[in-house]
């Protein structure tokens, strides 16, 4: 049974450009959400997808945007990249919106 | 919106002690309170969830309470082992309503063999 997976585990970009990151939910889960978690800060919301549709948003500009796959599998893309969004970007699954959210094991982004 | 304080950021026992983490949260709907342990390089991991019809929920060493008309919940480990050394994060949500997880900023556990 595999769990929830991400690529790439790594990147390296410069500011202003533009990133995505993938994830693939844990079998069986069909909402995916995606935190950002700054060097020894706590995971913050970004978004959830549930039935191919964002269902929630955090405190993150429009830069950030997201889609969801009929596979239930998610992208994060990221424009105008800035020094400060460098962070580890994890992905959760969960069955439906009620669920228990298991993570990935993220996409450490380094903006230079 | 949901706030999430979360004491100590640092705690450090010797092998075989106990250790607590507090957390308190500021939306009174909140409804589900989760625990991550996170390793250096690794992703949370889910150790216990306690929902808000439990006062107090066990599994093996670890036990979550929750108080909600303090609004704050604790983690409890028992008989503390070095694997037990990581950083742990609690958090709350409103299931079935907002069901972002908000996050403490963590507590990093050191158990000293």
């Known amino acids: 049974d595999a769990g929830v997976t991400q690529s790439p585990t790594h990147l390296i970009k410069t500011r202003g450009q533009q990133v995505t990151l993938r994830c693939s939910p844990k079998?069986?889960?069909?909402?995916v959400s995606w935190y950002q978690q700054a060097l020894g800060q706590g995971p913050q919301f970004i978004f959830q997808y549930y039935e191919e549709e964002e269902r929630q948003r955090g405190n993150f500009p429009d830069r950030f945007s997201g889609h969801q796959f009929p596979n239930y599998s998610s992208e994060l893309n990221v424009n105008a990249l800035l020094l400060g969004d460098s962070a580890l970007y994890l992905c959760?699954?969960?069955?439906?919106?009620?669920?228990?959210?298991?993570f990935g094991p993220g996409t450490r982004l380094l903006v230079l | 919106g949901e706030n999430v304080e979360q004491h100590p950021s640092t705690l450090s026992v010797q092998e075989g002690d106990s250790a607590v983490i507090k957390c308190t949260y500021s939306?009174?709907?909140?409804?589900?309170f989760p625990w991550y342990k996170q390793e250096l390089g690794k992703r949370p991991q889910l150790i216990i969830d306690i929902r808000s019809n439990v006062g107090e929920k066990k599994d093996q060493r670890i036990a979550v309470t929750l108080n909600k008309t303090a609004k704050h919940f604790s983690l409890h480990i028992t008989e503390t082992q070095p694997e037990d050394s990581a950083v742990y994060f609690c958090?709350?949500?409103?299931?079935?309503?907002?069901?972002?997880?908000?996050f403490g900023k963590g507590t990093k556990l050191t158990v000293n063999p």
């Open positions: 079998s069986g889960h069909d909402t």
């Open positions: 939306d009174s709907a909140s409804n589900y």
């Open positions: 959760a699954s969960s069955w439906g919106l009620k669920e228990t959210q298991y």
């Open positions: 958090a709350a949500s409103i299931q079935g309503g907002s069901e972002k997880l908000v």
